[in-house]
């Protein structure tokens, strides 16, 4: 019933980071730190990642896992450095407020790369391509987005998903703007919400149990890029793309996908 989601990517290959013990030509290396890589907390890489948003993050035992927090923990690994996992709201993160304030080197969540966050952020090479997807009850009238004229549909504040909706349901349709797909699902359970509109993996976790379908999907060319402070952050991301492209090459990348995302 459902295309299965493109595996293509655009990674371009990099050339090898040369990493030095000291940075900056300092004899202690306080710049950019001994990696050379001007972590925020040395020997660690620390991502800010917008929690739960299955299948690309959410916790399981206490441990972060998905997509995402895969991809991040094979590249902490390939980069020789200990992973560590911050939850934070992902307005703050797309805006670059959070790695402007130095919280965290990466953000990992499920972020579609576009003009304006350029603006604030860099990006690595793309990683994932997405669509978008309605959400509604299994008995619901609506069959696509035009059917929402006069109903209310929630989306997730900030993101792509909201930009979509707003500039493509009827005039009379109202759009409710939530933290995160957490509230957004509760929502929609309690009859707040007729629908959610919103990227196709994570609608696609909340049609499992039978009680919630898809009935349309949308093509709107968008990828997903990790994201770095705007300025500093050079020899992160130049490492970054480079692992990501060993774990295409080794096969590692087709691995993780395929825990995924599965044929649905």
Same mark, same amino acid.
């Given at each position: ?12 290959? @990099?050339?090898? +980071? ?31 990642? #917008? ?16 997509? #995402?927090? #895969?991809?991040? $923990?094979?590249?902490?690994?390939? &980069?020789?450095? %200990? ?11 797309? *805006?670059?407020?959070? +790695?402007?304030?130095? =919280? ?10 576009? !003009? ?16 978008? *997807?309605? &959400? ?20 997730? =504040?900030?993101?792509?998903? %909201?930009?979509?909706? $707003?500039?493509?349901? !009827? ?28 990227? &196709?993996? @994570? ?15 949308? =093509?709107?060319?968008? =990828? ?11 020899? +992160? ?10 774990? $295409?090459? *080794?096969?590692?990348?087709? %691995? ?5 995302? %599965?044929?649905?």
């Amino acid at each position: 019933m459902f295309s299965k989601i493109s595996k293509s990517l655009a990674l371009v290959a @990099v050339g090898a +980071l040369a990493l030095t013990a000291c940075g900056g030509g300092t004899e202690s290396g306080e710049e950019g730190g001994e990696s050379g890589l001007g972590l925020v907390s040395e020997g660690t890489l620390t991502v800010c990642s #917008d929690t739960p948003y299955e299948p690309f993050e959410y916790e399981v035992d206490g441990e972060y896992t998905g997509f #995402d927090m #895969d991809l991040m $923990r094979e590249i902490a690994t390939g &980069l020789d450095l %200990e992973f560590a996992v911050q939850d934070v709201g992902f307005d703050g993160l797309q *805006s670059g407020a959070v +790695l402007a304030a130095g =919280q965290c080197d990466v953000g990992a969540s499920a972020m579609t790369i576009t !003009p304006d966050r350029e603006e604030n952020l860099t990006f690595s090479e793309p990683y994932y391509d997405s669509l978008q *997807s309605l &959400l509604v009850p299994v008995d619901s009238d609506v069959a696509a987005i035009e059917d929402l004229a006069g109903l209310s549909v929630g989306v997730q =504040q900030g993101t792509t998903g %909201e930009a979509y909706t $707003r500039e493509n349901v !009827p005039e009379d349709t109202e759009v409710v703007a939530f933290p995160s797909d957490a509230e957004l699902y509760s929502a929609l359970q309690a009859g707040n919400i007729q629908a959610i509109l919103q990227d &196709l993996p @994570v609608n696609l976790i909340h049609t499992e149990d039978g009680t919630f379908t898809i009935v349309e999907e949308y =093509q709107t060319d968008e =990828q997903y890029g990790f994201a770095f402070p705007k300025e500093g952050s050079e020899a +992160l991301v130049q490492a970054v793309n480079g692992e990501l492209t060993g774990l $295409r090459d *080794s096969g590692t990348y087709d %691995e993780i996908y395929n825990k995924y995302f %599965e044929e649905q």
